[in-house]
């Protein structure tokens, strides 16, 4: 009977050890693995990404709101500044061939400190066109009064722009000393024959300024002209070439400016292609 009894005591002992233990499984399972009190400090940042689901989606919403503020402060912003230039703008038309931006440049700059000056061709027209950029808003206004002003062999309009100077890739304007002193000696030269090739232009530009170093073509059946960027051994090359603006090489005039970037190495191109 004393044996009996000590068996039955032990199967009891052992059931509610059981009990105990499936209690303990369900409490465990109830917990928070996130839970502050589980992470030590010097892990807080570091949170597994399989428990990332577990994070409350409040702090989700909050980041994510947090990133929408900030995209539409950054869009305002840029928006306001756009704005501001162009209201800082004058877009002016009819130029002559032969004028330079430096000619055009000082034109304006009777009118108020001009920031920048960018002449473009149109392939459709013997004249071209330019946007004009001054430090504020005055100066704009009063360059609208330059109107019919003759330059060169033509009066140029003025009007107010619509849109701002587009700025130059920053990663293709002169980084070194020796980027600016190359710039000194090339030109863009743009409205080329499509028909002329890289040799014809070399000795164009040979034959009535002086050597050439480099010479970079560009453009392609797509395109009814090309442009190029020529840079001679001495500036004084450069300098004359800007007289031959207007110039015809092929069936076209062509048009010279000064270049606002050296001649850069050809990027190689991806192996997929």
């Known amino acids: 009977m004393g044996s009996q009894s000590h068996s039955l005591n032990n199967i009891v002992g052992k059931g509610c050890f059981n009990d105990s ?3 303990l499984e369900e409490l465990l399972t109830k917990l928070n693995p996130l839970a502050k009190e589980f992470i030590p400090p010097s892990h807080a940042d570091a949170v597994s990404p399989g428990l990332a689901s577990s994070i ?16 539409r402060v950054n869009s305002r912003t840029n928006r ?9 703008t004058v877009y002016v038309s009819d130029i002559d061939q032969q004028v330079t931006e430096e000619q055009l ?25 330019a946007f ?22 033509y009066p140029v ?13 920053p990663t293709f304007l002169p980084q070194t000393e020796d980027d600016r002193e190359m710039c000194a000696r090339t030109i863009y030269c743009t409205n080329i024959d499509k028909k002329m090739l890289q040799a014809d232009i070399k000795l164009f530009f040979e034959s009535l300024c002086g050597e050439v170093a480099q010479l970079r073509l560009l453009g392609d059946h797509h395109h009814s002209t090309r442009i190029a960027f020529v840079e001679f051994i001495m500036a004084e090359s450069a300098v004359a070439a800007l007289n031959c ?25 991806p192996s997929l292609h």
């Not at 409350?56 to 995209?71: H, I, S």
């Not at 808003?137 to 002003?149: D, I, N, V, Y």
Request: hydrophobic share 35%; with cysteine; aromatic share 6%.
């Open 21 to 23: 233990i499936r209690e």
């Open 80 to 88: 306001a500044q756009r704005e501001d230039s162009i209201r800082r």
């Open 245 to 269: 603006s207007g110039a015809v090489l092929g069936s076209l005039p062509i048009r010279v400016s000064p270049s606002k970037t050296p001649v850069r190495p050809r990027s190689p191109w």
């Open 132 to 153: 004009v950029e001054f430090t504020d808003e005055e100066g704009a206004h009063a360059a609208l009064s330059l109107g019919g002003t003759m330059l060169g062999y």
């Open 105 to 129: 440049a000082a034109l304006f700059i009777t009118c108020g400190q001009v920031v920048d000056c960018r002449v473009c061709g149109d392939p459709n027209s013997v004249l071209r066109f």
């Open 56 to 71: 409350p989606k409040q702090n989700y919403r909050k980041n994510a709101a947090n990133a929408v503020n900030k995209k």
């Open 157 to 169: 309009r003025v009007l107010p722009s619509k849109t701002a100077i587009v700025p130059v890739n």
